[in-house]
Nanobody
Framework: QVQLVESGGGLVQAGGSLRLSCTASGRTFTLYSMGWFRQAPGKERELAAR????????VYADSVRGRFTISRDNDKNTVYLQMDSLKSEDTAVYYC???????????WGQGTQVTVSS
């Protein structure tokens, strides 16, 4: 089992910045990737950014590329999402997701609300 705990959401004005954190615990050695997904009201959950742990390669959605940066701290088993130049359309619940290759399943955090006021 893997547990994910998120923090860092909140209310920010358009053009501002926020940093989200996601700390993993448990069988973290089984993890293949960690990432951030978001779900706006009435919409499906979508990928924002993903980091592949073996290679340290990153993938970004077109809508956030150049504004969001995903990074990690191996010592703390933590993944961050630095969000800059925020737009009102970035408003959503952000979920940390981690895929365990060893268990063949996706884990989710509880979600954190990000609201960008225009």
């Amino acid at each position: 089992q893997v547990q994910l705990v998120e923090s860092g959401g909140g209310l920010v004005q358009a053009g501002g910045s926020l940093r989200l954190s996601c700390t993993a615990s448990g069988r973290t050695f089984t993890l293949y990737s960690m990432g951030w997904f978001r779900q706006a009201p009435g919409k499906e959950r979508e990928l924002a950014a993903r980091l592949f742990l073996p290679s340290d390669s990153r993938v970004y959605a077109d809508s956030v590329r150049g504004r969001f940066t995903i990074s990690r701290d191996n010592d703390k088993n933590t993944v961050y999402l630095q969000m800059d130049s925020l737009k009102s359309e970035d408003t959503a619940v952000y979920y940390c997701g981690a895929y365990s290759a060893g268990e063949g399943r996706q884990y989710w955090g509880q979600g954190t609300q990000v609201t960008v006021s225009s």
